[in-house]
């Protein structure tokens, strides 16, 4: 059974693979579906006010509560309707230097987003701050472009200036991909008129070479927690001269079992003016909490998509319980779910699908069934993205991906959460949610990674068994009605 918002013209229901799906319309309950005579039809009731009844996908306690005593009183935050994606003030009136404006003209911004607007103010006059807003609402540029600004006035104002071993800004990022991605925009900006020395160190690559790269000075250095703690024990890093440390994707950050080690090293070694910026695109009830005990004068910036999907986006429900006569087992389960992915794959070929799975083993199945749909690689390349496959080959993988790509070869992008954590993709047609995600964090942010941006549009195909239809049905209500998927620490 698939429900679907929108139509099903695309989505042909003839069992090709032996699974056969049924069809039912959110936005028109009661109304048979026109390209399905079979299709079941139900009303969908859409819960009112708080989400408690979604929290933590209903395992008995919440993990979004909040300590709100004051957070009002620091909370700078827009209307929770769905508005632009552009802010009214330009960057001009935000307080973006002549040169900042230049720079972000030649990178063909015109005007601000909404949390980019709402940052700058604050992130320029070096304030601690908590960053928040929904996946593609352009946060990178929220703290880079201040950021950015700020180092080159000092350096205007020779009040600083590039040292070696001892960078001014430090970005901590969960992943190497994302970390070669938050590079790419350092190195745009600074090409674009605003010259900074920016570099990346993770594992996984030549260690000499990236301390020999340290050592010829560096302005904003970007690192994953783990080779982080390593320059700082060894003494190859200095931070006294750290300006604003940038803590992007944080609620994953606190997963990692470096990071908290990491962050306290940080904060011990960093000047007591240094800046502190969190950045994400949800905010579990844990990270919040630990962040505001932690940083009580921190503000906490919200953009009005937090915790929601992007209005550019279509879910599509694929119920793949199967038929109930029929023994229910994990293994019958995957198989009802290859059936659906093969056949969305036959009947609505695209360019670009990112398919999500819980798991290795599954995303290793599933890389196999694609793959034996098209031996020959002609119109179908599938590439895998997780922790199983080499750094080097996952980073090529992930090149592959977001390049250009012609319409003769559909591009498959198979992974576990890693693909999920902040990464921008582009042009990304369909999300397949091959298994149903842990947690309300997890929906946000793959969902997130198409319909990115002012005016993106994408689908997000949401692959459910047995009591995981009924939850999704929930959700999807919710996100059509524009309600976060979960509390807002506001709330």
């Known amino acids: ?105 030649g990178l063909r911004y015109s005007r601000p987003s909404h949390i980019q607007a709402m940052a700058f103010p604050f992130v320029i006059e070096g304030n601690s701050c908590i ?90 250095l970007i690192a994953t927690p783990g080779r982080f ?53 949800t905010l579990p009830r844990d990270t919040y909490n630990k962040l505001v005990e932690i940083f009580p004068d921190c503000e906490v910036i919200m953009g009005p998509g937090m915790h929601r999907v992007s209005p550019g986006l279509e879910e599509v429900l694929v119920d793949c319980s199967g038929q109930d006569e029929i023994e229910k087992t994990p293994e019958t389960a995957f198989l009802n779910k290859k059936s659906a992915l093969l056949q969305l794959v036959e009947e609505s070929p695209v360019s670009k699908t990112i398919v999500f799975c819980n798991k290795i083993e599954t995303c290793r199945k599933v890389e196999n069934a694609l793959k034996r749909l098209d031996r020959k690689g002609t119109r179908v390349q599938v590439l895998p993205f997780h922790a199983a496959v080499e750094q080097e080959s996952r980073l090529a993988n992930f090149k592959e991906f977001t390049r250009n790509q012609t319409d003769k070869v559909s591009q498959f992008l198979v992974c576990t959460d890693r693909a999920s954590r902040g990464i921008d993709f582009t042009g990304v047609d369909h999300v397949v949610l091959f298994d149903f995600p842990r947690d309300p964090s997890e929906y946000v942010r793959r969902v997130g990674r198409t319909a990115r941006g002012a005016s993106g549009k994408g689908k997000a195909f949401v692959f459910v068994v047995g009591k995981q239809v009924s939850l999704a049905r929930n959700i999807m209500a919710r996100n059509q009605k524009g309600h976060p998927l979960h509390d807002l620490p506001c709330a």
Request: hydrophobic share 35%; glycine share 6%.
């Open 1 to 105: 059974m698939m429900q679907i918002r929108g139509t099903a013209d695309n989505f042909d229901l003839s069992p090709k693979h032996g699974f056969e799906p049924h069809l039912e319309n959110l936005n028109t309950p009661g109304k048979p579906n026109k390209s399905d005579t079979k299709t079941r039809i139900s009303d969908i009731s859409v819960p009112r006010g708080s989400a408690r009844n979604l929290r933590g996908w209903g395992s008995g306690g919440s993990k979004y509560d909040y300590q709100s005593e004051d957070i009002l009183k620091r909370m700078r935050k827009l209307s929770t309707d769905r508005v632009d994606f552009f802010s009214k003030k330009s960057f001009g009136e935000l307080g973006c230097s002549e040169f900042m404006i230049e720079s972000l003209r």
């Open 131 to 220: 960053i928040a807003d929904q996946s593609g609402s352009g946060k990178t540029l929220a703290y880079l472009a201040p950021i950015i600004q700020r180092l080159r006035q000092e350096e205007l104002q020779e009040l600083s200036k590039t040292s070696s071993q001892s960078p001014r800004v430090v970005i901590i990022v969960p992943t190497a991909e994302l970390a070669s991605q938050v590079l790419h925009n350092c190195r745009a900006i600074s090409k674009s008129g605003v010259p900074f020395k920016s570099m990346v160190v993770t594992g996984g690559f030549r260690q000499r070479t990236q301390l020999e790269n340290l050592k010829q000075g560096v302005d904003v």
């Open 229 to 281: 703690m390593f320059l700082i024990k060894e003494g190859f890093l200095q931070l006294i001269n750290l300006r604003s440390a940038v803590l992007d994707e944080v609620d994953i950050l606190f997963n990692d079992e470096d990071f908290e080690v990491a962050l306290k090293s940080l904060i011990d070694s960093s000047p007591v003016t240094a800046q502190y910026l969190f950045v994400t695109a």
